[in-house]
């Protein structure tokens, strides 16, 4: 049900020479670079450990956790929900420039973690 996961760190070119090498035994390698953020997967169509650089390490708004939805209406449903029950907007639901049909909404829940409902397909 996880699409990706996204963790906060402070110094991109130690943290690049850490994970690379690290999880180049696992067989993932660094797929996509977006400034302050970069990926590692298997390849750049499935990009699913991020790792952005902010001032603060451990600050709750580094952690993102993205869930996978079944289709975009289930994404819009996700973001009415969370909104709903006392988390706050972070991204109204829609398509992002990240690829062609990603379209995805972003809540942080009560106490400040960011939380994304991610649908990969058209329409």
């Not at 109204?92 to 994304?116: C, K, M, Q, S, W």
Request: glycine share 8%.
């Amino acid at each position: 049900m996880l699409d990706h996961v996204s963790l906060a760190i402070t110094d991109r070119e130690k943290s690049k020479t850490f994970y690379s090498a690290t999880l180049e035994t696992l067989g993932l390698r660094k797929v996509m670079d977006f400034g302050e953020a970069f990926a590692y997967g298997p390849s750049e169509e499935q990009p699913f450990f991020w790792l952005t650089e902010t001032p603060k390490a451990g600050d709750p708004a580094g952690v993102h956790w993205a869930f996978r939805a079944t289709d975009r209406a289930a994404v819009d449903k996700f973001h009415a929900a969370a909104v709903a029950s006392g988390g706050a907007d972070d991204g109204a639901p829609g398509l992002r420039d990240y690829h062609e049909n990603y379209y995805a909404a972003f809540v942080l829940d009560p106490d400040g973690n960011r939380i994304e409902a991610v649908c990969h397909d058209p329409a």
